[in-house]
Structures are given as structure tokens and as C-alpha cells.
């Protein structure tokens, strides 16, 4: 069976994300639907999901908490692009992924965190302009 690639190595700006998509694509010299490349490492839908829980779910995880947790998840189902900030590059990177896949990033956030954890560290600012931590 002949694998669908649906986009390349080369399509993405961000130096990162081309990295990884560089470990995980295929050899191939034929060229990319998107950007036509031909020296690019190809990737399949399910090469992509691998990249996307590689670079955005488990790249993303904040080790200073102690929750160890993924700061996004990965959606097949929700189509609605949630409001996540990145940088110019991974911005345009992600916007290619949702083009041409069924793939989205959600926010991870434990209920704990949604309610206000009682480990939550908070920086109040005081009327002098000092900086507090709040523990709340």
C-alpha cells in the first residue's frame, strides 16, 4: 500500500518543529503537495500526530510543577481552533498543521488548576508597585 504524504519537512518555518519532522518523516523524492519540495522528509497524517505529540505535548510539559502534565493535549474530534498563543513562525506552522488535517491543540489544564489549586502561586502587586507572592 502506497503511503498518502500530506506535507514535508520543508513546509515548516519553525527551526524546531523542522527538526523533528526531520526525525520523524520518511526518504522520498517525490515532491511535496504543499511547498514542492522534493528534499524535504515526508509526512503522513500518522507520522504528523506523532510530531504533534513529540513537539507540542511533550515538548510543552513544564518540568518546574510538580503535576508534570502537558500544557496542550491533541484533539481529533473538536473542530473549534481554540485561542493559543505562539510565536510568528510556529504560529504559521500550526495553522498549516489545521489546514491539512483534522488535528487541534487544546489547553491541558487539570480541574485543580481550572478552580484555583491551593498550590497556585499568584503575584499581587502592591500599591507601592512591590511585587507579593500569594499562595492561594
Partial sequence: MR???ILCSN???NHGLKLE???????NNSSC????SKKGKK????SLLKLMQ???KIGA?????NTFQPKYKISVKNKIHHSIEFDNTLRSD??????VSNFRLMQNMSRLINLGSPCVRVVVASKKGDDNEVFT
Fill in 3 to 5: 503511503k498518502k504524504y
Fill in 11 to 13: 513546509c515548516f518555518q
Fill in 21 to 27: 519532522a526531520e526525525k520523524i518523516g520518511d526518504n
Fill in 33 to 36: 503537495l504543499i511547498c514542492k
Fill in 43 to 46: 509526512i503522513t497524517n500518522k
Fill in 54 to 56: 513529540v513537539f507540542f
Fill in 61 to 65: 510539559i513544564d518540568y518546574r510543577t
Fill in 94 to 99: 500550526y495553522e498549516l498543521i489545521i489546514k
